[in-house]
C-alpha cells in the first residue's frame, strides 16, 4: 500500500510511466495495475526508478491479461530487456502477490 503523497512526490515517474504505456497501447486496466505495483514498490534511488517502472508495466501487463514482451516494455523505457526479466518476479513478491510458475 501506499500513501498519497507518494503520488505527489513521484510525479514525474509516473508521467514516465504513462509514455511508455502509450508507446505499448497499454489498456486502462494495465495502466492502472502498473501505477499501483510502482507505488508499493518505489525504490529509494533515481537509478533504479526506470527498471521498476518496466518491471512495473510488465507485471501490470502480465495481471490485466494486457501481455507485452519484455522486450518491448524495456524498450518502452529505455532500459535492458534483461532488467526486466530480473525484476518482474521480485517486483511482484515485494507487493506480495505470488508471480506466475510458467
Request: proline residues 4%.
Amino acid at each position: 500500500m501506499y500513501r498519497a503523497s507518494d503520488r505527489v512526490q513521484n510525479e514525474r515517474w509516473l508521467a514516465d510511466l504513462q509514455r511508455a504505456a502509450d508507446e505499448l497501447d497499454l489498456g486502462s486496466d494495465a495502466r492502472s495495475t502498473a501505477e499501483d505495483l510502482f507505488l508499493s514498490t518505489i525504490p529509494e534511488g533515481e537509478r533504479s526508478k526506470p527498471a521498476a517502472i518496466a518491471a512495473s508495466l510488465y507485471a501490470g501487463g502480465l495481471i490485466a491479461g494486457d501481455r507485452r514482451s519484455q522486450g518491448a516494455v524495456a524498450d518502452a523505457v529505455g532500459v535492458t530487456r534483461l532488467t526486466v526479466q530480473k525484476r518482474w518476479k521480485a517486483l511482484l513478491e515485494e507487493a506480495g502477490l505470488e508471480p506466475p510458475t510458467w
